[in-house]
């Protein structure tokens, strides 16, 4: 049967030119941004917050160690033994506290305010005499890693005033404290700060929260406030609803890194080691990621609430729990390992990691570059799978 | 086969919907058949659940048919939408605006999407501007506009350009009656300037009555089509006008036809009268009706195409429940007939030299009236003349600036809590817990009054009983159809027995015989002694009420019995009355006295 194919009117045919679809792609884009600039919330979320964070995150979460309290018991107060701690008072890793009995030391310790026992034995200046002096050292283990690092400065500490002793009497010692010369130096972060591990990590942290947590609630809001249904009776094409949500969250994406990277460098004096512009081709290319998972998150869900919990759950809480921002991955069990690996915020994690703090390892640069880029497409296509112009 | 002569051409289209919470399978529409011929103007008219806006939005390439094929100006919409969607414009029911943009940006928004020329732009934001009257508001926010305006400024973007096609869906539900006048001068010289097809679903059968061709849909199928004429054709000879004591309410006489359900298939009070349509069975001179009529008098009517629906309607639910209609069930009657309302003096509501300010702007100005027990009191306006303002203000919900305000004996501006006690409220939208059955919104909202133990089950059971949702019990609210998510609605307003309900734009947007149905309820309501304030954009439902009150920019402009109102729009007394016509009189001459006023002052400076 021979159809008659009605020939296209002229003025439907013109909606397919390039200008045609550049008009409505800045239309739509001006709405965005309109709207962007008119909700404070997320004006709040995607400029406030990041450097809130920035803030809290290095000046208030810091994993080092300094001042703590220790409860120093001398059984013994014979110069000997007093010249055995001195090295804890000059420490400025270490707070002690001074007592006479263990009866003590120990309220202190169950009471939380202090965070270690030095015991110095009755007898030790007569055992010290005899070349079998020691020394009782008790460290509060609730928190294991810091209670490790306690420990660490302690032994170090005390082992120091050790050796000065032995170059002091020049007796040669051959047992017992102070006998090795123990030198250990750290590399990547020179001065062992955790700011300059959190601030790298804070970067993967806010591209997500800008890219994933904000664009999640837009195709969401559009769907709840009934706002798609006329526009997809319109000349738009799906991909133009989805670009000209890109581009203005890019932009505060961009912003949001922009703002990380110079209180990183000023505020915190963390050094970029590798080149910039490859950390901002990484970060554009991770942005690109996160931007893909908020949209197919928003478009799959088409409510606000949902989406804002499922994108919690999918990208913002695995960045803090499995990128390896908080936890070496190659500290946890294999299983969990695959998993972090399997997040796109793990390889920028570390790509950025290395690039500030250890410069440009080119083999993992193209690797990690080559990954990101992939998920960016896996996501950003996905999205524009979901959205067609179909309410059902 | 050629597809030059129909715009649109439905083929054996079906439609099926599967519900995710049950997991049932819903049959939206089954076996369509249609053709529209190009430059008409077609109307789906239906009651709610029919299948209407389905419909649209298969035409729209919005969802998908599950089997047979829409034909939109010679393309497949199943196989290129895109196309469709090139070429229509489309208003959806729920025009979703964007709030935080301003009137003027979301026009701007629409015009750049279907790409209108800066040249058009001109004329036609001009023409638009005009009609909605929503030159004054360009840089408001959308979200702060009146319901009535954001239906305006939504049909307006659908307009900014003119389409081959043109789908609306329910356009004017909540809009005004002068704004209805003028979105169908713009609907009407679309179609005859530029040979536009439009397609339009609603609830208003007078508006059906302006197309060419009428399709009547229920529960997926298309009942009848035709042209109005030919669908009135279906009340032919059984349509009556019976006028008696035209100082009673005209409706005391309808609602004792409507209870007739063996022999009347409508009545509406109208035109001072009472209109109805008799059964095939039913003679006009039967006995049985004569009972009831009392010597009125009797006059034979041409039919509407309201009556040919009705007529319509009646026949496929009576077949389908395979039981006769039953009249709503009769309440406890009052002790005592209603006292007079300047007689008694023992007013409801009082309401004295009332203001409301925001800001600078007066959305209520020195505003005085009383209600009496067991009244129906009507408020009526156009969007943003200060109903809503007037409504919030007597529920207590919104204080006013100044004057005095009394309800049920209580003074407002000091014991809101009290006077709250003893006044319901049903809000437009459905406002109860969607997620809570019958019972528990009952029990919860029975509690939130203070009832509790034998006096909350006590109550329960009698609102049960009156809007019949006994077995419905443990029914979620959010399952319940339309009508009785109205029912439950009023049922809650009523438990803890207030002397007044309130009810806001209760039937917009609800088809003629859920309206019916409402309204007989409300009478009989009134019977009992408690005080109806009610607000509408149906203006034929003024004469169900015993006096209203016409509200425009704020101030009050009419206010009495329908017929003291028509005559106050200059008509004569004794002519017969039509609302919607001395409604948009008084709203006209009042503005044009403001305008000549606001003339006169420039003139003297």
């Known amino acids: ?392 | 086969m050629s597809s030059a002569s129909a715009a649109v051409r439905i083929e054996g289209v079906h439609k099926r919907f599967v519900d995710k919470e049950s997991g049932r399978t819903i049959v939206a529409l089954r076996d369509i058949h249609l053709a529209i011929p190009r430059g008409t103007l077609c109307a789906f008219v239906g009651p709610d659940g029919s299948g209407k806006t389905t419909l649209l939005r298969l035409m729209a390439g919005l969802l998908r048919v599950d089997a047979g094929t829409i034909d939109m100006l010679g393309v497949d919409v199943r196989r290129d939408p895109q196309q469709i969607q090139d070429r229509i414009s489309y208003m959806p029911q729920r025009f979703g605006l964007y709030e935080d943009l301003s009137v003027q940006e979301n026009l701007d928004l629409y015009a750049d999407l279907h790409g209108v020329a800066a040249e058009a732009r001109v004329q036609r934001y001009q023409r638009l501007m005009d009609i909605t009257g929503l030159a004054r508001f360009t840089n408001r926010p959308a979200g702060k506009l009146s319901g009535g305006m954001k239906q305006k400024l939504g049909l307006a973007c659908t307009l900014v350009r003119s389409p081959e096609l043109l789908l609306l869906d329910e356009p004017t539900v909540g809009v005004d009656p002068l704004s209805r006048v003028e979105l169908w001068e713009i609907v009407e010289q679309l179609r005859r300037d530029e040979q536009l097809t439009v397609i339009i679903s609603t609830a208003y059968l007078d508006e059906a009555q302006r197309c060419a061709q009428v399709y009547v849909m229920h529960e997926g199928e298309v009942l009848a089509h035709g042209t109005p004429e030919s669908l009135s054709q279906h009340a032919c000879g059984r349509c009556f006008t019976a006028s008696g004591d035209s100082r009673a309410p005209g409706r005391i006489l309808q609602s004792q036809l409507l209870d007739a359900v063996d022999m009347v298939i409508d009545a509406v009070p109208l035109g001072g009268a009472v209109r109805f349509v008799l059964n095939e069975a039913t003679a006009p001179d039967a006995a049985p009706l004569h009972a009831i009529l009392k010597g009125a008098r009797i006059e034979a009517e041409a039919p509407r195409l309201e009556d040919g629906f009705m007529v319509l309607m009646r026949a496929k639910l009576q077949h389908a429940a395979a039981e006769p209609r039953s009249a709503v069930p009769r309440l406890a009657a009052r002790a005592s007939p209603a006292p007079d309302p300047l007689a008694a003096g023992g007013a409801m509501i009082e309401v004295r030299d009332l203001v409301r300010k925001f800001d600078d702007f007066v959305a209520v100005n020195s505003t005085s009236f009383a209600v009496s027990r067991g009244e129906i009191f009507g408020l009526l306006g156009p969007n943003g003349a200060g109903k809503t303002t007037t409504f919030r203000m007597l529920c207590g919900l919104l204080p006013a600036t100044s004057g005095f305000l009394q309800v049920a004996g209580v003074n407002l501006r000091t014991a809101r809590a009290d006077a709250r006690r003893r006044i319901g409220y049903v809000s437009q939208k459905f406002s109860l817990y969607g997620n809570l059955s019958v019972l528990e919104n009952l029990e919860f909202f029975g509690g939130a009054y203070g009832l509790r133990g034998k006096r909350l089950r006590e109550r329960i059971d009698t609102v049960l009983e009156q809007f019949e949702l006994r077995g419905l019990e443990r029914t979620p609210s959010g399952h319940l159809p339309g009508g009785f998510k109205q029912r439950l609605g009023m049922a809650v307003g009523l438990l803890h027995e207030p002397d007044i309900l309130f009810l806001d734009e209760p039937t917009s947007g609800t088809d003629p015989l859920a309206r019916r149905e409402f309204w007989r309820r409300i009478t009989s309501l009134a019977d009992t002694g408690v005080t109806i304030i009610i607000t509408t954009h149906f203006l034929e439902e003024a004469e169900y009420c015993d006096r209203i009150l016409i509200q425009d920019a704020g101030e009050l402009k009419a206010l009495g019995t329908p017929r003291d109102v028509w005559v106050q729009a200059g008509h004569s007394a004794t002519s017969s009355l039509n609302m919607e016509r001395a409604f948009i009189d008084i709203v006209q001459q009042s503005r044009q006295a403001e305008i000549l006023r606001n003339a006169e002052v420039a003139h003297g400076a």
């Open chain 1, 1 to 392: 049967m021979a159809h008659e194919v009605p020939a296209m009117p002229n003025r439907a045919r013109r909606h397919h030119s390039p200008q045609a679809v550049l008009l409505r792609l800045v239309a739509l884009t001006r709405k965005e941004v309109r709207q962007l600039l008119r909700d404070k919330s997320i004006l709040a979320i995607g400029l406030l917050l990041p450097v809130m964070l920035m803030l809290l995150f290095g000046y208030g979460l810091s994993l080092d160690v300094r001042n703590a309290p220790i409860a120093v018991v001398m059984e013994d107060a014979s110069p000997a033994a007093m010249d055995a701690i001195v090295g804890l008072q000059l420490s400025p890793f270490l707070s002690p506290v001074m007592l006479t009995t263990m009866h003590e030391a120990e309220a202190l310790m169950l009471a939380r305010e202090v965070d270690g026992i030095v015991r110095v034995p009755g007898d030790f200046s007569r055992a010290m005499a005899a070349g079998e002096a020691s020394i009782q050292v008790i460290v509060h283990g609730t928190e294991a890693s810091r209670a490790s690092i306690i420990l660490n400065y302690l032994t170090a500490t005390l082992a120091q005033q050790g050796i000065r002793r032995v170059d002091r009497s020049g007796l040669d010692n051959t047992s017992g404290i102070g006998s090795v010369d123990v030198e250990s130096r750290l590399w990547f972060n020179e001065a062992n700060t955790s700011t300059w591990y959190l601030v790298p990590g804070l970067i993967v942290l806010i591209i997500t929260l800008v890219g994933a947590f904000l664009t999640a609630l837009v195709m969401a809001r559009e769907w709840e406030r009934g706002t798609f249904e006329a526009l997809f009776v319109s000349p738009v094409r799906p991909v133009e609803i989805l670009l000209a949500k890109i581009i203005p969250y890019f932009c505060v994406g961009i912003i949001g890194l922009t703002m990380c990277l110079v209180t990183a460098t000023f505020l915190f004096a963390v050094p970029i080691q590798g080149s910039l512009p490859i950390l901002l081709f990484a970060s554009v290319l991770y942005l690109l990621v996160a931007l893909g998972i908020g949209l197919l998150i928003s478009s799959v869900t088409r409510n606000q609430f949902m989406a804002s919990q499922v994108s919690l759950l999918a990208s913002l809480l695995p960045v803090f729990m499995l990128s390896g921002f908080m936890f070496d991955l190659r500290n946890v069990p294999a299983v969990i390992n695959i998993i972090g690996h399997l997040l796109p915020a793990t390889h920028f994690m570390s790509l950025i990691k290395s690039l500030m703090l250890a410069g440009n390892v080119w083999p993992q640069i193209i690797l990690e570059c080559s990954i990101l880029a992939a998920y960016a497409a896996l996501f950003i296509g996905l999205a524009r799978m979901v959205t067609r112009k179909r309410l059902d």
